[in-house]
């Protein structure tokens, strides 16, 4: 932990840390600043030197401290999903789903912590909000069993359906290797892979329509996209998809309108609601199919299971949903915990 101000404030004493709020409108006079260790510091800028104006000195515990952590304190940045944000919060299960599954989370009334990160998928650490672009939306259940992770994104199909593909897919979203330049000004890449795989049209489809610019991410659907195996406590099982349904509906963002966003605007729009207790709400569904109607979905109309340019027709696998989460509580550490 870097050098840092801790705070004790008059009726607080003792308290390690204030929220954002307090921390914000603290005195100076109530604020004592420290280092890593909590060893207390005159202030910030005190240094030992030989002599008035003379060098800086190695024996200088502060100073090492303070500089052993600025040289270390760049994050490496995600190869996707780089531009992104979230909360805590809580899940619950309000219709059990132990009549197909046989983990703990999904037993009568059982609830458990989660935390949520969205993002964009293509753009750098410090790119817009507001791109063109799928939404990373992944979960962390804390359940009496372990952390299940789910990786989803805002959009219920995907680009590929090959695995294999993926690594050659990503460095179309990358910066053009001879000009540098993003697809936002060279698009040549992302195009040139589009025109030669076909399958990826159903994608295509919802990033170009209303669907691609969501307006902040409490206003988007959640989709897991892989093709889920449930297994009940007998040995049954059933082929699965997820789904994650936004309580506050879904919005979007015109291409036209997206410039006069700030580039945080959903960070800052999920935040703030969060503050002020407007907390977003997701409920959780699933699609179920058995062996047999997965056998007939290809004979009759050529959808494979596991294959994710394609949903499952609703009408004929309809949604069960199975509980809901809330997200009521902000990150005190953004590199921490997000």
């Not at 050098?3 to 004592?32: C, F, I, N, W």
């Not at 002599?51 to 190695?58: C, D, I, T």
């Not at 994104?153 to 540098?180: G, S, W, Y």
Request: include cysteine.
């Amino acid at each position: 932990m870097a050098p840092s101000a801790s705070h004790h404030v008059a009726g607080k004493a003792g308290e390690v840390k204030l929220d954002y709020m307090e921390d914000r409108d603290a005195k100076a006079q109530d604020t004592v600043y420290t280092t890593a260790s909590g060893a207390p510091v005159p202030h910030p800028y005190e240094a030992q030197r030989a002599g008035e104006n003379g060098p800086l000195l190695l024996q200088d515990h502060h100073l090492i401290d303070l500089i052993s952590h600025f040289d270390r304190e760049r994050i490496p940045e995600r190869v996707v999903h780089a531009k992104g944000g979230g909360a805590h919060g809580v899940y619950k299960t309000t219709a059990p789903l132990d009549d197909l599954c046989m983990a703990d989370l999904f037993g009568a009334d059982k609830e458990v912590p989660i935390t949520v990160r969205f993002s964009t998928v293509g753009g750098e650490s410090g790119s817009h909000d507001c791109a063109r672009d799928p939404r990373g939306f992944s979960v962390k259940f804390r359940t009496a069993e372990g952390n299940w992770d789910v990786v989803a994104n805002n959009t219920p199909v995907f680009f590929l359906r090959d695995a294999a593909k993926f690594p050659h897919f990503i460095h179309t979203q990358k910066r053009n290797p001879a000009t540098h330049l993003t697809h936002a000004d060279d698009a040549t890449m992302f195009w040139d892979y589009l025109s030669q795989n076909p399958e990826s049209i159903h994608q295509v489809m919802i990033l170009m329509g209303d669907r691609g610019i969501p307006d902040g991410w409490r206003k988007m659907h959640g989709y897991y996209g892989h093709t889920l195996k449930l297994v009940n406590k007998s040995g049954e099982w059933v082929y699965a998809q997820m789904h994650m349904k936004s309580k506050q509906g879904t919005a979007f963002i015109t291409q036209e309108d997206s410039a006069n966003y700030s580039p945080d605007y959903a960070q800052k729009d999920m935040y703030n609601a969060i503050e002020k207790g407007d907390f977003p709400s997701w409920d959780v569904c699933f699609q179920t199919m058995t062996p047999k109607e997965a056998e007939e979905l290809w004979e009759k109309q050529k959808i494979n299971v596991f294959d994710m340019t394609h949903i499952w027709p609703h009408k004929q696998f309809p949604l069960r949903k199975v509980g809901e989460f809330t997200l009521n509580e902000n990150v005190e550490n953004y590199f921490a915990e997000i």
